[in-house]
Structures are given as C-alpha cells and as structure tokens.
C-alpha cells in the first residue's frame, strides 16, 4: 500500500468520526431532562400580525400554554390560556401536548426549538425563552374541591395538582354555593377561572378563585 493511500484513508476515518460528534446534538440523542422551560414565539396567522405564544413545560409532565390574539377587524383582542401534560415520544422526536383545548404535537430539531405541526405551509416556531416569567395568569379549570374547618383544597381534573385555596377573590361565594349543595367535607365539581401561586421549587402553592362559575353536588374528574 502507498503512502498516499495510507494518508487518504486516515483522513476518511477522522472526518467519519467527527461526523459522529455531530450527531451527538441530534433530536434522537437530546435527553428528555432537558425539554422542561419556557419556550415563546409568535405564530403566523392569516389576516393579522401574528399571534404571540408561550409554552411552559414543566418538569413534572404538566404544561401551561398562553395566546395572545390581536385585534383584527371587528374580532377584539384575546387571551387563551390552557393547561395539560405533554409526553415526548422518543422514536417520532416529537413533544404532544394534551388538555382542554386540541391536542398539539411538536417537532424538536433541537435542545432550544420547538416546531407544532400543522396542515399551514407556515413554520410554527417556539424557542426557549429564558427570560419569560412564570406562570401566573388566571386560567379556566375544572376540579374537585373540598372544605373542611373552614378551609378548601382544589384538585384540578387533568393534571391532578392539589392544592389549598386562598380564601381571597371569590371564595366567599364559593363557600356559600358549597354549603347549598350540601358538600359538608365532601368533594363537589367546580368550573372557575383560577390563579396559581407557586414554591420556590414550582410546586403549586395555593389557589386563588378569580371566576366562580359552577359548584355542583354531583360530578367527578
């Protein structure tokens, strides 16, 4: 074998071995530790500048997720807010995201960006924001809710958090509506417009009741 042969296959061999470093940073390769945080965007939408969005996944398989709708025409501004777990499918590379709303599948091409798939020939396009604030607004929800010695807990219906309620905003009227349906230390359904506190380590801390929609005797998650 001639030296410049030699010479030529050692090169092939490090320029393979480099393409095997590159992989590394692959879809495939990205551990799922690293998908939890806040990721933000603005959406294409047709007849309008676009439509602000912001995920939050947390690591504890929940998600929070904000649009922000401008003002087109005769439609008025307005803000979503919805909440549900997500899952990461390893052999699709894909993240999906379950809740009250539709459920939303996104692509990971990297550790900071996520694409939603969509029928639009549109990129939907979120990127990891790490200056985005927690998630404070007041969001609707169904639960279970409980008193006892004067006291409430929330049990949200789709992703299980459990929580005590604060007993500002609306917790009179919720306190009243639970003793004409009887509750008496049992759980009652309830539909609310309501704001979570959180721990220092995101744990849900309490519940404010912003909204009180329905408080029902019968009813189940």
């Not at 879809?27 to 602000?52: D, T, W």
């Not at 008025?76 to 997500?86: A, D, E, F, I, V």
């Not at 029928?119 to 607004?137: K, M, N, Q």
């Not at 459990?162 to 306190?175: I, L, S, T």
Request: hydrophobic share 40%.
């Amino acid at each position: 074998m001639t030296f410049n042969r030699i010479i030529i296959i050692i090169a092939l061999v490090l320029l393979g071995s480099c393409g095997d470093d590159r992989d590394t940073g692959s879809p495939s390769n990205l551990p799922v530790a690293s998908l939890p945080g806040v990721y933000s965007g603005v959406f294409p939408c047709e007849g309008c500048p676009g439509i602000p969005t912001t995920l939050w996944l947390r690591s504890d398989g929940r998600f929070f997720i904000e649009q922000r709708y401008p003002t087109v025409d005769e439609r008025r501004s307005m803000n979503t807010r919805s909440l549900g777990n997500w899952s990461w499918a390893v052999d699709e590379r894909t993240v999906t995201l379950k809740g009250a709303g539709p459920m939303r599948r996104f692509v990971r091409p990297d550790a900071d960006t996520l694409i939603m798939q969509t029928d639009s020939d549109l990129e939907h396009r979120l990127v990891r924001d790490d200056s985005a604030p927690g998630f404070s607004a007041t969001i609707n929800m169904v639960g279970m809710m409980r008193m006892r010695d004067g006291n409430a807990w929330f049990k949200e219906c789709l992703t299980g958090f459990e929580v005590p309620v604060n007993k500002a905003g609306d917790f009179a009227q919720f306190r009243h509506q639970y003793r004409s349906a009887g509750g008496r230390g049992k759980a009652v359904a309830v539909e609310l417009g309501g704001r979570f506190s959180w721990a220092r380590d995101g744990a849900p801390e309490s519940l404010t009741i912003e909204r009180l929609v329905t408080v029902k005797a019968e009813g189940a998650c």
